[in-house]
């Protein structure tokens, strides 16, 4: 049988999906098999447990959340069973992630019709359970509208088949045809009367003109009438060929107002924003210029149009701004993929930062999805505009307006009970609103605990009689997912944000400029969406090597949740639960840009570190102590510093370790994992060997005794600072030495700083800020004259630099010297980008090799792509004539200290083992493996045994001989 997950390190990292509501549970438990669930089900009957099934946990409304037994059939019950392209269905298991399913398809030309925007993440098995639809809904329907046939367990073990004419057990169906003719009048004219009223139980599937089809019934319930085993769903062909026509309208409600007319063949998409949305999205980084795009106005509709020939789809698009010449603005039509998705980001950007606010504000789901009947849709809209201004809220609406359907996530405040009153005050209030209008109070995310009380608002009794009925014949014992649709729980019980959450919480060491100097409310961010869920992209690593919740980042959250709530977790920092949580986060900072709400776990890593262990050198001893690693990597800087008061010292310790018991040894004193191999160092450090090269030059020699001397008239050439990281200054000089002749090739002279400089990442990572703190000040007082002189600092280990970058001024806010330091610092590619933008000399040539032509298999650095920019380094390659591939996945597995400390190995191979070791062995012989990080050149050598060198290296390689 499945083991039962009842640790309150799970049980924490389970208490919430992407709502606002938190319930822990007893356990959590992942089937492989349809045995294993029987087993879970009598198993929590036996405890008198309830049962909720989930998937990806991205259920906004609260469906996917109890305090029983959470079923997870998203980590081992997703097999694709069966795909026929002759009849155009799949049958799968319940915990296929959407995308699986629609590129498994993609060989036949076919996907899965149903696309909401957690596709990447989501299950399709909770897709059915919550009818979900996506943007392509007004083509191809629901969930629902997708279903063929599905089996479900029953509480007793059974399971029964529902497909269109009944079931595979004669007494159900004898039950369900008599609901059916009890409520007859009631099913043709409450339910099934537009194509987002998803609220409530699909019971008009039941009518006879609809095929008496059960299984369509079944969607939507939730959870709440059985555990789905196998779903065999239809597929659609794709189009061929698509183009998009974006319409411009004076502001949203017109455009929501003019959706409805574009509901004609062809188009597959009707969605809806407005200006509020995109003057948010322009606050944020890097996105200060967006929309430049869009055609002029202040609402638009993104309409697509699919066809079997490009030419036939541009026509369809170009005819669609004909349909509202009365309203219209302006138009695009584009038929371009680049230009459509350029457009499309947009769209999709905006929509994914309306978690905050554009002053940072939090909002919350709660009315994020109701939907009214399309021709209803722009009177709703405006009148909901009117109801958040006369209660003073804020909120950005936009949505499938093609189907009458808007999603807000709005600014409620949880943390005071005047703040939930107004909470229910205003979700009553907005039921009556869409109930006048005919509407649902869900379009597509289900009732959960957010929305089950409302359909008594919306709802006749007799169909919410019926509704019960509906769950009495499938669960009578009232098992599954109690207090949803049927006998709902208060809207307002149980809020996860609500007063009392935030019963724990220190002074935190970083600034958290971003949320107000609170730790709490930088844990608030994450509201559950599990964009860290999806094997896409940069993040989460740790959760795509194991997929566990615990090692997501939603998971870590959520244990930092509780933590600061003080109710389950009740030791706060002391907590070993949400030290274990925290355990496999790699730091790889890909949570910071690729997190809708930019979650910095890296950050809240190092600040919860810091306080779960003592501070200083103290801290490595007595019954709490710190991991030794921590101090043999930690401290690393401070020790290399002290074994090279001793000449010859690093040459020694090479010669030793090569003598493989004493490597062992060395290891097992450090506290460093037995699988992994030493490092080497450089025989002397690089700034070593910087002061004895610069003896001629005079300004160099003073700043190595640390001062400072001006430029004087004769001084020709312009000063650049070389910062001296502890990987290139003790372990990696070739990178070092490379740039240094480069850099001078171009025509500078060259700095370097010869104090006690250092950027403080290796304590940071560890979680030792005081450290952090003091060396950064430390640094600080070195480098006054050089910030005073303004002269450029580049930085070769990318960590090293994001740490200049970034994160100085958040340990130290109130320091004007590190916010000079954070402007002035730049990458090594940035830097020579630049300089040839501007016209500077380039005396480099086309890289040539052994092999011909240079070609470059480039491995990003984690912290490069997830806050820093690598487009500079592949203009230099550009530049320098190299074909570059790069490889994706982001981290390379190592992360600096952490594939080092015990019991990471396993997952630091595993995480190497996706893209970037297979990248290795497949390049053509004489390619370049250009790793910038220590950290990837390390796990490159240690994983393949290839070399990975800088793009300082490079770059010194292509220096055209000066004639």
């Known amino acids: 049988m499945t083991a039962l997950r009842d640790d309150l390190t799970t049980r924490a990292a389970y208490v919430s999906d992407a709502s606002i509501y938190r319930r822990l549970p007893r356990a959590v438990a992942e089937p492989r098999s349809v045995a294993d669930i029987r087993e879970l089900l009598a198993t929590a009957q036996e405890k008198g447990w309830p049962v909720i099934s989930r998937g990806g946990g991205t259920s906004v409304a609260g469906n996917a959340m109890g305090d029983g037994l959470i079923i997870d059939t998203s980590r081992y019950f997703n097999r694709i069973l069966e795909i026929d392209p002759d009849l155009q269905t799949a049958t799968i298991e319940p915990g296929v992630i959407c995308d699986q399913l629609r590129d498994a398809a993609s060989e036949f030309g076919l996907t899965y019709g149903p696309d909401p925007s957690t596709h990447a993440r989501c299950t399709v098995g909770g897709m059915v359970a919550n ?94 009438c059985g555990i789905i085993t196998r779903l065999t769903v239809k597929l659609v062909t794709k189009p061929k060929f698509t183009a998009l026509a974006v319409l411009g309208f004076k502001d949203a409600i017109e455009a929501a107002t003019a959706a409805p007319k ?163 005050e205003f979700i009553e209030r907005a039921a009556d609103l869409v109930h006048r209008y005919g509407g649902s109070v869900s379009g597509e995310h289900g009732d959960g605990r957010a929305r089950s009380e409302l359909l008594a608002t919306i709802y006749s009794p007799e169909a919410r009689q019926a509704f019960a009925e509906f769950k009495q014949i499938f669960d009578p014992g009232n098992v599954f997912n109690p207090g949803v649709v049927v006998d709902p729980e208060p809207i307002d019980q149980g809020i996860r944000p609500g007063p009392g959450a935030r019963t724990f919480e220190l002074t935190p060491v970083h600034a958290f400029s971003s949320d107000n100097g609170s730790f709490g409310q930088a844990v608030n961010r994450c509201v559950g969406v599990g964009a860290c869920r999806s094997d896409a992209g940069a993040m989460c690593p740790s959760f795509q090597a194991t997929h566990d919740e615990v090692h997501s980042t939603r998971g870590r959250m959520r244990s930092l949740a509780e933590m600061l709530r003080g109710e389950t977790i009740t030791d706060g920092w002391k907590s070993k639960e949400t030290l274990e949580a925290l355990d496999l986060c790699l730091s790889c900072k890909a949570c910071a840009t690729e997190c809708p709400v930019n979650v910095d776990m890296a950050t809240y890593k190092a600040e919860f570190l ?144 010869m104090g006690n400089v250092c950027c403080g990442l290796t304590w940071h990572s560890t979680g030792q800020l005081d450290m952090t703190r003091k060396t950064l000040r430390q640094t600080l007082d070195v480098m ?129 083992e996706r893209e970037l070791f297979p990248s290795i062995r497949a390049a053509e012989p004489g390619t370049i493996v250009l790793a910038d990080g220590f950290s990837c050149r390390t796990q490159i050598a240690q994983g393949t045994g290839a070399e990975g060198v800088h793009l300082a290296q490079v770059m010194r390689a292509a220096i055209q001989p000066e004639k």
């Open 131 to 224: 009818n979900a639809c996506g943007s392509h809904s007004v083509a191809w329907g629901t969930s629902a509208s997708n279903l063929v046939a599905v089996t479900v367990m029953l509480a007793d073990g059974r399971e029964v088949a529902l497909e269109a004419g009944g079931t595979s057990d004669a007494a159900l169906t004898s039950q369900l045809t008599q609901l059916r003719d009890r409520h007859l009048a009631m099913l043709r004219t409450e339910l099934g009367q537009f194509p987002r009223q998803v609220s409530g139980y699909g019971l008009q599937y039941l009518l006879g003109e609809n095929g008496f089809d059960v299984a369509k019934a079944f969607s939507g319930t939730e959870g709440t």
């Open 262 to 424: 574009f509901r004609v063949p062809g188009v597959t998409t009707i969605e809806g924003m407005g200006s509020d949305l995109l003057t948010a999205l322009r606050t944020r980084p890097g996105q200060e210029n967006a929309g430049g795009e869009l055609p002029a106005g202040g609402g638009w509709l993104y309409c697509e149009v699919g066809a079997d020939t490009q030419e036939k789809a541009f026509e369809a698009a170009q005819k669609l701004p004909g349909l509202v010449t009365e309203t219209v603005v302006d138009s695009v039509v584009v038929g371009d993929p680049a230009e459509a998705r350029a457009l499309w980001h947009i769209r999709e950007a905006g929509a994914g930062i309306v978690t905050r606010l554009p002053d940072g504000g939090e909002a919350w789901p709660g009315w994020e999805d109701s939907a009214v009947p399309p021709h209803h849709l722009g009177a709703y809209l405006k009148d909901l505009y009117d109801l958040l201004g006369e209660m003073n809220l804020r909120g950005i609406p936009f949505g499938h307006f093609g189907e009458g359907c808007v999603h807000i996530r709005i600014s409620f405040d949880f943390n005071t009970d005047d703040g939930v009153a107004l909470y229910r």
């Open 610 to 753: 810091h306080h779960h262990f003592r501070q200083g050198l103290t801290s490595f001893i007595g019954k709490d102590r710190r991991p030794m690693a921590h101090l043999s990597m930690g401290w690393m800087p401070w020790l290399m510093k002290l074994v090279t008061k001793v000449p010859g010292s690093l040459r020694a310790v090479n010669v030793l370790e090569r003598f493989r018991p004493v490597e062992e040894l060395t290891k097992k004193l450090g506290g460093i994992e037995p699988k992994r191999r030493m490092i080497r160092f450089n025989n002397a450090p690089l700034t070593s060997w910087y002061k004895a090269r610069a003896k001629g030059d005079d300004a160099a020699r003073d700043l190595a005794r640390g001062g400072h001397r001006a430029a004087s008239a004769g001084d020709e050439k312009p000063s650049v600072v070389l910062w001296p990281d502890t990987f290139t200054n003790f372990s990696a000089d070739a990178p070092g030495k490379a740039a240094i002749e480069v850099l001078e090739a171009m025509g500078y002279r060259v700095l370097m700083p």
């Open 784 to 912: 006054e004259p050089l910030l005073e002189a303004g002269y450029p600092i580049i930085g070769l280990e990318p960590s090293c630099t994001v740490m200049l970058q970034h994160d100085i001024t958040e340990l130290l806010p109130e320091d004007p010297r590190a916010h000079k330091v954070q402007a002035l610092t730049v990458t090594l590619g940035e830097f020579s980008a630049k300089h040839a933008e501007d016209g500077g000399h380039w005396p480099f040539g086309t890289l040539e090799t052994q092999a011909g032509p240079g070609r470059a298999l480039c491995q990003v650095h984690c912290h490069e792509q997830s806050v820093g920019n690598y487009s500079p380094e592949l203009q230099v390659l550009d530049k320098l004539g190299v074909n570059t591939s790069v490889v994706g996945g982001g981290c390379c597995g190592l992360a600096g200290n952490w594939g080092f400390e015990p019991g990471h190995y396993e997952v630091s191979q595993t995480l190497g």
